[in-house]
């Protein structure tokens, strides 16, 4: 069992910038890839951004691109979504999510979920 708490969420302005974070439970977390999804109301949710085990590798969704970046700290059991210039169309609940296979956007791949945590961002 891997327990995720995320962090860092906010009300910001368009333009501005916020670092969600995510801290797991085990220190078996480099055994995971790991991964940001994000939903709004009455939609689905919604694949951000994704990092392997050992982080050297990366994917984000076309939204994300540019402008979010994603890393991991193994050492502090952490992962990392750096969010910049962000949007109103950004404002979502944002979840991390801890998965055993690479890379992966399809959220059903994923075993583990935080609890979410806000991002708004007004015009």
């Known amino acids: 069992q891997v327990q995720l708490v995320e962090s860092g969420g906010g009300l910001v302005q368009a333009g501005e910038s916020l670092r969600l974070s995510c801290a797991a439970s085990?220190?078996?977390?480099?055994?995971?890839?790991m991964g940001w999804f994000r939903q709004v109301p009455g939609k689905e949710r919604e694949f951000v951004a994704a990092?392997?085990?050992?982080?050297?590798?990366?994917t984000y969704a076309d939204p994300a691109k540019g402008r979010f970046t994603i890393c991991r700290d193994n050492a502090k059991n952490t992962v990392y979504l750096q969010m910049n210039s962000l949007k109103p169309e950004d404002t979502a609940v944002y979840y991390c999510?801890?998965?055993?296979?690479?890379?992966?956007?399809?959220?059903?791949?994923?075993?583990?979920w935080g609890q979410g945590t806000q991002v708004t961002v007004s015009s």
């Open positions: 999510a801890a998965a055993t296979w690479v890379l992966a956007t399809n959220p059903n791949l994923y075993d583990y």
């Open positions: 990092i392997t085990r050992s982080g050297d590798s990366t």
């Open positions: 085990r220190r078996t977390f480099s055994a995971y890839a």
